[in-house]
């Protein structure tokens, strides 16, 4: 198949894996704009994608195109470099501006990829995947539904090294679209001396605006985490009050101890302080560790709720007549 038997077939590919990524980045860099100026609604298109159906196709979609493009890049680099040494591309020319660029595309990959593998521990892991695997996030002595998205950029950029990361990963970004994007109309034979300058310049600028961008928001989001505005802010709290009974409302502690025992903890701690088990006779003096009912609670299925030390007394009373019969 010359999509993978032949240099320009592989080529292709890049360009093609290339152009569904810039396009992805573009509307990641949108959909995070909407923090800047309407928190709340950030968070209503978080729980809007979540773990549904459309967004785990887009999500495994994403996925599989990212893959495809770093086998094909490191294949093309390792071919490059067998046939002509450390010259990546069989051009008769090239733009200054992009000269390092192309000999560092795949130094660029790696960082870009150790950016991306840190971004989805940050969020994707907490939310997607936290959603899927039904285990909310515990932060600071309570629960974060996975549709919390500013809480997320709260917990992220209030460490120190976030933006740092972020701002150099975005600065690899742009050299490695800017370079890619010229690269790309090239492949697929747009290379005139009429075409190319004018795509080339779409590139530039249409990079430069998405990475300008995601940089913004890196400074904003530090600036917002170190205010502690996403958790201080009333609207926001309120939102993240019915995320969290949403999540917790599911739970089998609303049915007694017995099934609540089988409750996340996290979801369990949500209520623990005030009603454990959801029964008003269970306390949290019955509580094991605020977020796991007690064995003795839970055998008495809430009917009276025995305290611990009840039960212990009465459990020691009965080996006691045992060893005497």
């Known amino acids: 198949m010359w999509l993978t038997c032949s240099s320009i077939g592989r080529k292709f590919v890049m360009a093609l894996t290339g152009a569904c990524l810039v396009l992805f980045v573009t509307f990641h860099a949108l959909m995070n704009g909407v923090a800047l100026f309407w928190p709340s609604a950030y968070n209503a298109v978080c729980a809007f994608l979540g773990a549904n159906w459309y967004a785990l196709i887009a999500s495994a979609g994403l996925a599989l195109l990212f893959i495809i493009h770093i086998i094909y890049a490191v294949w093309l680099t390792l071919q490059n470099r067998k046939a002509r040494g450390n010259d990546r591309y069989a051009v008769t020319s090239r733009p200054k501006q992009v000269e390092w660029a192309s000999k560092n595309m795949l130094v660029l990959g790696i960082v870009i ?93 249409w990079t430069t605006i998405v990475v300008a961008l995601f940089i913004a928001q890196a400074v904003v989001f530090t600036v917002q985490a170190h205010n502690e505005t996403y958790i201080k802010c009333p609207a926001l709290q309120e939102q993240y009050n019915e995320f969290n009974s949403e999540l917790c409302g599911a739970c089998p502690e609303k049915a007694g101890c017995t099934q609540a025992v089988e409750c996340p903890n996290a979801c369990q701690k949500a209520t623990c302080g005030e009603n454990t088990c959801g029964n008003a006779q269970c306390t949290p003096a019955n509580c094991a560790d605020c977020g796991k009912c007690d064995p003795a609670c839970a055998a008495a299925s809430c009917a009276s709720c025995p305290n611990t030390a009840v039960v212990a007394e009465e459990v020691t009373e009965v080996e006691t007549v045992e060893i005497n019969n």
């Open 113 to 205: 990829l150790a950016f991306l593998v840190i971004h989805l521990i940050q969020f994707w892991a907490k939310m997607q995947l936290a959603e899927i695997c039904h285990t909310p996030v515990e932060y600071d002595g309570g629960v974060v539904a996975p549709q919390s998205g500013t809480m997320f950029i709260h917990i992220a950029f209030s460490q120190w090294y976030t933006p740092v990361i972020y701002i150099i990963g975005f600065i690899a970004l742009w050299f490695h679209i800017t370079h890619g994007f010229w690269s790309m109309m090239q492949s697929v034979g747009w290379d005139n001396d009429t075409w190319m300058p004018r795509l080339k310049c779409i590139g530039n600028w």
